[in-house]
């Protein structure tokens, strides 16, 4: 009986000191790792800010300002059966008028593929200006995992608003496979098939997540 409670005593107290190892471990890390995340997402937010010659549609400076000034934690804002929206939802005034940026994610092959994507408020609608595939990490390598490619990327943008008031598909799932990169955009469609052969879960994931933000910017951001 003695020997249970001498071993019992034992666990206990190596329990104790890897529990108190563990969190001081992430009392030291999580700052580090928020830095590094908001780091992250800053770039995709960026990113995401640049017309297609590389000009900033925002003074990259006024956009740091907003994200530093912006405390609000994830979470999220907005889900139905496309996706999730988090926020915070950042919100810009520019010359080609109000630019939303949101963060988004929907279910790929492997598990939640995530989305930062810019949109312009116009008189017709929200136009997709830009978008960066953010965690990508679950998907298979070689397959969905090219979704993570730029020149990939940016079969999804820029679309004006009338191409997106049926939401946006892949050109599998529309049946439209013949059609080119340009003319799939003109339609709603993202041309990836060529691309992205037997990988079709993944970007459509992608635009499932676009669709959701879609969704939520056309029901009044809150």
Known sequence: MKDYVKTG??????????????????TITKDRIAVTELG????????????EQGEYIVPLEKVKSVVAQTKDEAKVVFQDSNGKVYSPVYRFDSQMGTVYVLSGSA????????????????????????IRVTDYSQETPGLGARIGEEDIQKRFYPIEPSAL??????????GLSSLSPEEAKE??????????????????????AINAML????????
């Open 107 to 130: 279910v790929g092959y492997g598990g939640a593929v995530s989305v930062v994507a810019s949109f312009v408020k116009k008189p017709e609608g929200f136009m997709l200006f830009s």
């Open 187 to 208: 339609k709603g469609i993202v041309k990836v098939s060529d691309v992205m052969t037997g990988a079709t879960i993944t970007p459509r994931a992608v635009a499932n």
């Open 40 to 51: 992250k997402k800053f770039e995709a937010i960026e990113a995401v800010m640049k017309n």
């Open 9 to 26: 005593f034992v666990l206990l107290v190596y329990c104790a000191i890897a529990g108190f190892a563990l969190g001081l471990v992430y």
């Open 165 to 174: 008031e049926n939401g946006l598909r892949v050109d599998k799932d529309a």
């Open 215 to 222: 969704t939520y910017l056309k029901s009044g951001v809150k």
